[in-house]
């Protein structure tokens, strides 16, 4: 089987090697939690590695993800001047064909299944951030319906996808999008009953084809992104 790095090589110990080719991953958790950062990762490296990229935000702006990188010292602004990262910003309200200063297309979609018609075709690795705005007012069983086409169509492909949903429109679809997907990676904040202390936790509840552990995996950002700490107890 061929693996994808996730751009974290601590995590990618944790999951053989990487993520499965073709195939689609979820990423789930509250706002904060790093799922964009670890999205940028996973993108910079796949583009490091000359795979051809495209990412599609609901959210932020192709600069500010630019800039969200560079922060964290990935500076991802020559895959999208070489064209090998193509970066869509999604919009609520009708705007077409909209260029911004990276030759970027706006565009409103308001369907998961019109994708296929704005990613370009050889594109092999896909990041879309954030599947919980298609997801919100949708109907539960068309809800998933629509991922599941979406998946198929993605690993058909054999297009590689991160996918985010943030945690509120993953509790309002009762999580029922990772029954879809080939994997899933949750981030969050809790208490670490060693410390007494809020921290940051990884768990990757399901990777399929993948011997993975069910440990809470405790780790820090910085001014270098995801970095994964060693357990902190008294064995
Ligand atoms: N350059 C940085 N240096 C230190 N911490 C950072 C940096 N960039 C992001 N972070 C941390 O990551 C958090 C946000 O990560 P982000 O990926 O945007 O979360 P999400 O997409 O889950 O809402 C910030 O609240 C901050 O704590
Ligand atoms: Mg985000």
Known sequence: MIRLSSGIPDVDKKIQGGFPEGEAILITGEPGTGKTIFAIHFLYNACKEGHKCAMIATEETPEKIIDHGRSIGLDMEPFVESKQLTMLRLLEKRVSNVEDKYGNVSMNVSDLNNFKYIIPEDVEVIVLDNLGAFAIGMELKLFKDKLETLVYTFSEEKKTSLIIMDATAHELTHRIAEYSTYGTIRLMTKENPYTGKMERFMSIPKMRETEISL?????????????????????
């Open 215 to 235: 440990e809470l995996i405790n780790y820090t950002i910085t001014g270098e992104g995801i970095k994964l700490l060693q357990p902190k107890t008294n064995r």
